[in-house]
């Protein structure tokens, strides 16, 4: 006999009243299984750690290095102190980038730790580990639970471990570039002080050195010339995106040359650009577009150690002296040929530290000089004045002046100060003479781009070219004046300075009442706004618009074009006053608070700026209608955010603000169509008239050019006397522009056929 035996279980848990249900229990831990699902996932997101890691290990050698260097001090000069500076400088803003990184992870651990301490207060949790029915039936879960502790667990271990360590490597660094950057300051401005003084003895004295210090210098010397190429390897590997960005730069100027020459070549209108006499552009620009981007380079990274300017200005002589190949007179060539050998001579005497010893401020001395003569015979030479020769003179004097300067340093023992002299004559009438060469390369390629673009619309060959070329020299003149002054305030080693002061001046704080800002929140504001401006007021000329008859024609264009200069402006506005940083709120209320005075004395101005937008939108006028506005009738030339421009029949441009306009009742000659109906006269004898004329006439009219034949022409007696009848013959013209050549067409014809049939006009 089979005897049944019955299992005691705990029936309470599945009672319906009886508390939690295993749905509650399960959904406690469905709730833990989320959050430590979330371990991994946000583990995973922390995709930086692997690249900070291998980086650190550079910026650790790079920061051994420097210390190392610093250790030197009496080996130090300006020209080391300025790449360790420019380093440090780097350094440091890589290691604030780490440690936000870092931070950012850190916290984002900190969350999921909290979230994972808070489920030890679920007490539904804790009663499933507590009682044994209750871990009994969830035993599948709580295998699953522990497999996906374990892994949560060592993530997180791993993850704090990793972070921690690089923060702590992180803020070792930061004490360390501290210190460096605090120690570079305090020598260099010992240097700046001391290489006023004497350094050396007069260059006419003999030595006062003996071999075994010469030797350790000499020691100094190599082992100083040894880090600097490991620091400035370190630098060029870690601001690899700066010469890849000017290598894009270069592609794309070269590619907008070859499109356009090629866009010119397939249209057959090569010979187009003959009268802009092109000095440095051509189909293959290869090595202006070199010269181009190497111009350029000082602005991409101003900060850049000293030596990679002085490499860049040398690739900049090479390229400038295979441009002026064949592009100067024999006599000017020779003389930028002399200035290359000189250049690169000093430049790598200097590098390699051969000009150090006394024997070697006798080579410097030669070299200053021979380069203070060449420029004293362009002086005496210089009759075939070239290109811009008032600037031209003004580097050669400036070159002049600075190795006058070395050789007075030279000889008075201040040897760092002709060094530096030296060198900075050399890398500004370089810097000078490209600056000049790149705002003509940018002023050719506008015009051919002008060109380019006229001549796919068909546009007229010739246009007036001389005003627009001096407006976009002057702009890049601003552009390369600010980058000569990087050049040559870098090659002077006081670029740091200069930059540490002004931003001090421009970045700290002040307050107008309640209102806070800065010099340079300002700047940048005005800055913003005015290349705005200047942009929508010369894009056009980008599309081959000039402002001659031929664009105003072309009707969608120029309608485009305005709704982009309005666009540019506005866009502009607001761009300027997020990147100024100024405060929204309180530019609202000043602008508020002028309502007053806009309500009272600028009312005009924004009644005009109103209605400019208004016609921009509505379009009762267009710019190539025919139209009359307060007796002034022409065709519309331009339409911009203050004022409207007629362009008469006599050539008169009339100028009429556009609050004007709209206040004025418009006759639009060509709002919906461009016909106009034109009427003649004729007083024709009446023994010699006969109504049959009529139809001759009618059909005489539809074979002139210009008629619109939709529209039958209408001839009516308009007047009888005893003598004479006055007929009127009315027709329709195709375009409002051309009736007045339409009309004496019809005249004349019409005469010519009253005369062949005997009938006279008077």
């Known amino acids: 006999m089979i005897k049944h035996v019955h299992h005691r279980t705990d029936s309470t848990f599945f009672t319906e009243n009886a508390g939690p249900q295993q749905s509650d229990y399960l959904e406690s831990l469905e709730q833990v299984f989320q959050v430590l699902n979330k371990v991994p996932i946000v583990t995973s997101s922390f995709l930086n750690l692997d690249d900070i890691e291998h980086d650190l290990g550079q910026n650790d050698s790079a920061v051994a290095i420097l210390k190392e260097r610093m250790a030197y001090t009496h080996s130090l000069n300006i020209r080391s102190l300025q790449v360790y500076n420019t380093l440090l400088d780097k350094l440091a803003v890589t290691m604030k980038r780490y440690e936000d990184n870092l931070d950012e992870y850190r916290t984002k651990l900190e969350g999921l730790k909290k979230e994972i ?269 070239p290109g811009r020769s008032w600037l031209v003179r003004f580097a050669v004097i400036i070159y002049l002046a600075l190795h006058l300067t070395a050789i007075v340093c030279n000889l008075l023992g201040r040897v760092t100060l002709s060094q530096i002299a030296g060198s900075t004559a050399a890398f500004s009438l370089s810097s000078a003479i490209g600056l000049m060469v790149f705002v003509q390369l940018i002023t050719e390629t506008f015009l051919l781009q002008i060109q380019s673009s006229r001549m796919r619309k068909n546009y007229p ?50 307050s107008v009442g309640k209102i806070s800002f800065t010099f ?28 001659d008859d031929a664009s105003i024609d072309d009707r969608n264009q120029r309608s485009r074009l305005l709704v982009t200069r309005l666009v540019l402006l506005i866009a502009g506005f607001f761009l300027a006053v997020a990147a100024s940083g100024l405060p929204i709120d309180k530019i609202t209320f000043v602008l508020g608070a002028l309502g007053v005075g806009i309500g009272l004395g600028l009312q005009g101005i924004i009644n005009n700026f109103v209605s400019g937008i208004i016609i921009i939108f509505d379009r009762p006028i267009r710019l190539g209608d025919t139209v009359e506005v307060g007796g002034k009738k022409g065709r519309v030339k331009e339409i911009s955010i203050r004022s409207s421009t007629i362009l008469t029949d006599e050539g008169a441009e009339v100028i009429i603000p556009n609050g004007d306009v709209l206040s004025h009742n418009i006759i639009n000659w060509t709002l919906s169509n461009n016909q106009v109906r034109a009427t003649l006269s004729f007083n024709l004898d009446k023994t010699t008239y006969t109504d049959a004329i009529q139809p001759d006439i009618k059909e005489l009219v539809k074979t002139i050019p210009g008629i619109f034949l939709r529209k039958e022409p209408e001839l009516a007696i308009e007047h009888v006397t005893s003598k004479a009848v006055r007929l009127k013959v009315s027709f329709w013209c195709t375009d409002v522009g051309s009736s007045s050549a339409t009309s004496a ?18």
Request: one cysteine or more.
């Open 461 to 510: 060959d010739s246009f007036e070219f001389v005003g627009i070329a001096r407006s976009i020299t002057k702009l890049m003149g601003i552009v390369a004046a600010i980058v000569w002054l990087i050049v040559v305030t870098n090659s002077l080693n006081v670029y740091d300075m200069l930059g540490d002061t002004l931003s001090g001046l421009f970045n700290t704080p002040r």
């Open 745 to 762: 067409a019809a005249r004349e014809a019409i005469y010519n056929y009253l005369e062949k049939k005997g009938i006279e006009v008077s």
């Open 117 to 385: 301490l808070g489920l030890r207060k679920d007490t539904l949790i804790g009663q499933i580990f507590k009682d044994t029915a209750l871990h009994t039936v969830f035993t599948p879960q709580l295998k699953r639970l522990r497999s996906k502790w374990r892994e949560a667990d060592s993530l997180l271990k791993s993850s704090t471990n990793v972070i921690n360590n690089l923060k702590s490597r992180v803020a070792a660094n930061n004490i360390t570039i501290a210190d460096l950057l605090f120690q570079v300051d305090a020598i260099s401005d010992d240097l700046r002080y001391n290489a006023f003084g004497k350094e050396q003895s007069y260059l006419w004295e003999p030595p006062s050195f003996s071999v075994d210090s010469g030797a350790v210098e000499q020691d100094n010397r190599s082992r100083r010339y040894t880090g600097e190429k490991k620091l400035a390897r370190y630098y060029f590997m870690n601001t690899s995106n700066i010469r890849f960005l000017l290598a894009i730069t270069l592609a794309i100027y070269f590619y907008w040359v070859w499109f356009n020459f090629r866009s010119l070549r397939r249209l057959g209108k090569l010979s187009s650009i003959n009268e802009f006499h092109f000095h440095y552009i051509s189909p293959l620009p290869v090595i202006a577009c070199l010269v181009f981007t190497l111009n350029l380079a000082p602005l991409f990274d101003p900060r850049a150690p000293a030596v990679y300017i002085e490499y860049s200005q040398l690739l900049l002589v090479l390229a400038l002296g295979i441009l002026f190949y064949r592009r100067l007179p024999k006599h000017y060539f020779m003389l930028w040929c002399i200035f290359i050998v000189l250049s690169f001579t000093l430049y790598f005497a200097e590098s390699g530290h051969l000009l150090a010893t006394y024997s070697g401020r006798w080579v410097r001395l030669m070299l200053n000089a021979v380069s203070a003569a060449l420029a004293v015979y362009f002086f005496f030479t210089s009759k075939e004045k």
């Open 520 to 547: 340079n929140g300002i700047l940048l504001f005005l800055g913003i706004i005015w290349i705005a401006n200047f942009f929508q007021k010369y894009i056009a000329y980008f599309f081959g618009d000039t402002g």
